[in-house]
């Protein structure tokens, strides 16, 4: 760690946790992020958002918006997000569209991010899960109008409509948000990145045509309607639908971009108290989350004139399911129980023009479908100073292609966790965690066949099994707050892509990671506050690959820290200045594509001063040094293309200096 570092560092020590952009709530197994619809106005990225407040959580830029997160060391679909409980899925292979894409932070009441294999209601927690809550409608009529103007061209128009009465509830919202094209602390535009990357290289086809190397990076338009109906005094009706349509969104550092990424998420939950005297509180949970997403080379060189030889790989995928929880007083504890039914399809095909129209028909993901039937059980219980929980499941998933040249799969498993917390009544907590929990391979990593007709799925391929044990200690004082926590993930059949192989890249392997974090605040006045996480960790392979020698795991990002200096004054002013630091690249999969990055260090500036009851005003600067900086490897399970100079994969870097003013109108 460089002097800036430890002399910043030792600053903020003086000073003394994070009120600024995000209300932040520490519980023994998760950070609850609140408030997040009113103070992250930046942009409709979730993923940035979190990146800037949980240390364990890192950034996977793909684009200026839609982009992706890694939670200690982990990925894809070894993470669960779910969106007022529904569980949503992306569908491109290559990451344009992940989850945490398909809403936006001005929709979002609440996250709540939890670490390791802890929870048995959800089908494959493996490393841990982003649980969003959107808003919720309110009695009292209100309404919101704001908007959005940054650099590079950004543009955010948004409205919120909430009221009813004692029976209904109802809240609408929508937006609406472009951008152009972003610059890195270089003055490089994504275009300009790309063709800096491939000149006068065989990928110089990948290259932004003169018609859209200025064009925007984004459009994204979304609209959400909530309704929660009173059916009695102890029955609850909750009716939501978010859709979310992005157009014409730039990839620059792949071979396509996305004509458009479109979802849908629906959701039922119906909840009844005092059911029968075995049902304290029962819940029936239904829920369906649709996506299109075709990306094309529409906007590159190799398309050719009017897009004559353009290529579209077209892909949808479908999640839906039902979930039944009791609740129960059972021996002096908490008892739940429940069933869990879910079904995901995956379907994708290639279309092709002119000289490209011999890929039409091929598929890409053959109409696959993963079903998961799953019973579960958790119980709590405080026993003097000790508070136990412990959950089981049961799973039994069948996933079946209508690719009849491969095998349909099937696999069962256990997941199960104990947590125990020791709480002292100087508020003190000593916490021990063992949990195990699976995940079947999905869809890409199955069947998963590029254009050429090169097989590089794995049809083979076995579930993971991840098992954990996390231990830590969490101490409140009258003026601050730390907590200290440890964790060693053992991966058994873990699912690696292996950047040397033709076809079947994906493999089962033996790995580990494990590491430390922590976080910390300080009350140093009634106004002024700070806060501290920290987040370490390492991942290896128990064995190099065939034909490779690296054991370093990919993915596994270096030290993070994240620290905020806060002011909250009686005048209705709050304002933060941010700081987050990484430490450079020392240990990479060199070996599938991974490559040294710099350290980096970049500061964030925000204050929002409330007028009256109605007018509220936010002023912003991220990397105010405009620093040029990458956050993200290049692991070769993502396809990226080449850079011209070093014959790596292209980075991405990201934005320069970006100023932005947000004012919002409430009445």
């Known amino acids: 760690m460089n002097k800036i570092t430890l002399s910043l560092l030792a600053t903020l020590s003086l000073y003394g946790a994070d009120l600024g952009t995000i209300q932040v709530t520490q519980t023994t197994n998760s950070k609850v992020l609140e408030n997040v619809s009113n103070n992250d106005v930046k942009s409709a990225d979730l993923a940035e958002a979190l990146y800037k407040e949980v240390p364990s959580i890192n950034l996977i830029r793909r684009s200026g918006i839609a982009n992706d997160i890694t939670l200690r060391g982990q990925k894809r679909d070894n993470i669960v997000v779910t969106v007022d409980d529904a569980k949503v899925c992306g569908a491109c292979p290559n990451r344009m569209d992940p989850p945490t894409s398909h809403i936006v932070t001005a929709n979002v009441e609440s996250v709540t991010v939890s670490e390791g294999p802890f929870d048995v209601e959800e089908f494959g927690v493996l490393s841990g899960e982003v649980k969003v809550k959107m808003k919720e409608p309110t009695k009292t009529p209100k309404g919101e109008l704001e908007t959005t103007l940054g650099s590079f061209g950004y543009k955010k128009f948004g ?71 009173n059916l009695a005094p102890d029955q609850k009706l909750e009716l939501g639908y978010t859709v979310n349509k992005s157009d014409n969104v730039l990839y620059a550092n792949s071979k396509m971009d996305a004509l458009y990424d479109d979802s849908t998420i629906y959701n039922l939950q119906y909840n009844v108290k005092y059911l029968a005297p075995y049902s304290k509180n029962f819940t029936l949970k239904l829920y369906r989350s649709d996506v299109e997403h075709p990306m094309s080379t529409k906007f590159r060189l190799s398309s050719g004139t009017n897009s004559a030889n353009e290529v579209i790989s077209s892909l949808t995928t479908k999640m839906e399911g039902i979930k039944a929880i009791n609740d129960a007083d059972f021996a002096h504890g908490t008892i739940t129980y429940g069933i869990d039914l879910s079904l995901r399809n995956w379907n994708g095909e290639y279309i092709g023009y002119g000289m490209k129209a011999g890929v039409t028909g091929k598929d890409s993901i053959a109409d696959v479908d993963t079903i998961n039937r799953a019973l579960f059980v958790k119980y709590t219980k405080d026993i003097g100073i000790l508070n136990i929980k412990t959950g089981l499941r049961y799973n039994d998933t069948t996933i079946t292609t209508a690719n009849t040249r491969y095998d349909d799969r099937n696999f069962d498993s256990f997941d199960a966790n104990i947590v125990s917390t020791l709480s002292f009544k100087n508020d003190l907590k000593i916490f021990l965690a063992l949990g195990q929990a699976s995940r079947v391979p999905d869809a890409r990593e199955l069947y998963f066949q590029t254009s050429m007709g090169t097989m590089a799925g794995t049809p083979t391929l076995d579930a993971v099994t991840n098992k954990e044990i996390d231990a830590g200690i969490e101490k409140k004082f009258d003026n601050a707050y730390f907590k200290l926590k440890g964790f060693y993930s053992k991966l058994q059949n873990y699912i690696y892509f292996h950047k040397g192989l033709t076809q079947n890249n994906f493999e089962n392997i033996d790995a580990k990671i494990y590491g430390v974090e922590f976080l910390g605040s300080v009350d140093v006045t009634d106004e002024i506050y700070v806060d501290l996480g920290a987040s370490y960790k390492r991942g290896k392979k128990d064995e190099a690959l065939a034909g490779q020698s690296d054991t370093d795991l990919a993915d596994i990002t270096p030290l993070k820290i994240n620290a905020a200096l806060n002011l909250e004054t009686e005048d209705d002013l709050t304002a933060k200045l941010e700081y987050i630091h990484a430490e450079a690249w020392k240990n990479y999969d060199a070996d599938n594509g991974e490559q040294y990055l710099p350290s980096y260090d970049t500061f964030n500036i925000k204050a929002t001063q409330a007028f009256n009851k109605h007018l509220e005003v936010t002023v912003g600067i991220d990397n105010i040094f405009d620093k040029t900086y990458a956050v993200s490897n290049t692991y070769a399970d993502l396809i990226l293309l080449s850079d011209a100079n070093s014959g790596e994969v292209m980075l991405l870097n990201e934005p320069g200096r970006y100023v932005y003013t947000n004012i919002k109108y409430k009445f």
Request: proline residues 3%; without cysteine.
């Open 159 to 229: 409205t919120k409509l909430s009221g009813g009465n004692e029976k209904v509830k109802i809240l609408f919202s929508a937006s609406y948000e472009q951008s152009d094209q972003y610059k890195d602390g270089d003055g490089n535009t994504l275009a300009q990145q790309l063709k800096n990357a491939t000149t006068n290289t065989p990928q110089a086809a990948t290259q932004y045509a003169p018609a859209y190397e200025d064009a925007k990076a984004f459009v994204k338009k979304t609209a959400m309607l909530k309704s929660f109906i």
